[in-house]
């Protein structure tokens, strides 16, 4: 059974930092591009960052570019999001996602992603 479990939200307070996993079963992520993903309340699901599976390419999106840090260990066959100097506006649940794309993860939007994790919330305060 093809199966992604997430782990390390929580409530932090402004300028502090979480570091996410997701742990990959049933399948290898060595292949796949890795993605993670958040979603706030009444907002569109967004992507956070990717890595492509082609040459390990990494994406960010503008608003934690130099702040968060995405990475994968093959051999835990997991995959990590660092998030550093966190603001009240990173609040939203997190998603990781795992698929085979044939390109650089960039053109790929959420819904072209089969496996997901079950997300983790992450908080932080003012």
């Known amino acids: 059974q093809v199966q992604l479990v997430e782990s390390g939200g929580g409530l932090v307070q402004a300028g502090g930092s979480l570091r996410l996993s997701c742990a990959a079963s049933?399948?290898?992520?060595?292949?796949?591009?890795i993605g993670w993903f958040r979603q706030a309340p009444g907002k569109e699901r967004e992507r956070v960052s990717c890595?492509?599976?082609?040459?390990?390419?990494?994406y960010y999106a503008e608003s934690v570019k130099g702040r968060f840090t995405i990475s994968r260990d093959n051999a835990k066959n997991t995959m990590y999001l660092q998030m550093n100097s966190l603001k009240p506006e990173d609040t939203a649940v997190y998603y990781c996602?795992?698929?085979?794309?044939?390109?650089?993860?960039?053109?790929?939007?959420?819904?072209?992603?089969?496996?997901w994790g079950q997300g983790t919330q992450v908080t932080v305060s003012s």
């Open positions: 049933g399948f290898t992520l060595d292949g796949y591009a």
């Open positions: 890595i492509s599976s082609h040459d390990g390419s990494t």
């Open positions: 996602a795992a698929e085979r794309l044939a390109l650089s993860c960039v053109y790929y939007e959420y819904h072209e992603y089969k496996n």
